[in-house]
């Protein structure tokens, strides 16, 4: 079985119930991962590790292995609180994730240095920055005719109460055309809950070749705010053909860092 996993990371800090007192913040921090398999968001219970390393790809590992057996996952998403005392003392380190033995490669970065020592009054739970990265290829043809995921540009986040959302993504798209007359056209949309932002969510990427040059490259920018009722909320990035007639386009990736799309979601208590 095949897993296709996209991760966002989030530091917590400890919060205080009175205006006079400081707490110093916890080493704990929440991780929500979405999984799939074979193609299709997992369901059921997996076997999950966690270990922290110094280094993107090989590096020692800091800390305990952290085991989570048969832990449940629903709709390809779960959510897991993780803490690692000690092993955050101002360097960079790298989350490693094993479902059912397998490792989850790249390793996630995560953030060394907390989001905040201390907190005066109120509660941050659910606030934090998610970030999700592009997983493998969309092409876009001329018969991709409706506005599809581009891999791994999704994931589910808890909106609290009294809460704003900031949503950007961006990207690369590239012209697979390979004379001076051929072009691409594609759209790039910000779906929430399924439903795409109408009001600065779209962009459309016109892509020209030339004589000289051929298959080029152009990107996407898009930035959102939104108000939305509390509970889960899915955010994703989709793509159609903008005209008729086009060269198909390589849109995002999975390992070109030149075209691979990102999508970062903010949620902040008012």
Request: proline share 5%.
């Amino acid at each position: 079985m095949k897993f296709l996993p996209a991760f966002c990371v989030l530091l917590l800090a400890a919060a205080s119930g009175a205006v006079f007192a400081v707490t110093p913040q916890s080493t704990a921090f929440t991780y929500q991962g979405s999984l799939s398999a074979n193609g299709q968001p997992a369901n059921g219970n997996y076997d999950l590790t966690f270990s922290l390393f110094d280094d993107a790809v090989a590096g020692s590992q800091v800390g305990a292995t952290l085991a989570q057996p048969q832990y449940p996952v629903a709709q390809g998403v779960f959510t897991i609180d993780l803490d690692f005392p000690g092993a955050f003392t101002g360097n960079q380190l790298w989350l490693q994730v094993t479902v059912n033995g397998t490792p989850v490669l790249p390793r996630q970065a995560v953030n060394a240095a907390p989001v905040a020592q201390y907190v005066l009054n109120g509660s941050t739970r659910g606030q934090g920055v998610y970030e999700v990265y592009g997983t493998g290829q969309l092409v876009v043809t001329a018969a991709t005719s409706t506005y599809t995921l581009i891999p791994g540009l999704t994931q589910t986040v808890y909106v609290p109460d009294n809460s704003v959302v900031h949503v950007h993504s961006d990207g690369g798209v590239q012209s697979t055309g390979a004379t001076s007359t051929s072009y691409s056209v594609v759209d790039i949309g910000l779906f929430v809950d399924g439903a795409v932002s109408i009001t600065g969510g779209q962009r459309r990427l016109s892509i020209a070749n030339t004589a000289a040059l051929s298959q080029l490259i152009a990107n996407w920018s898009i930035d959102r705010t939104y108000t939305l009722p509390a509970g889960n909320h899915t955010f994703q990035v989709r793509a159609v053909n903008g005209a008729a007639g086009t060269s198909p386009a390589n849109v995002s990736s999975g390992s070109a860092s030149q075209l691979m799309g990102v999508l970062t979601v903010t949620v902040i208590n008012k």
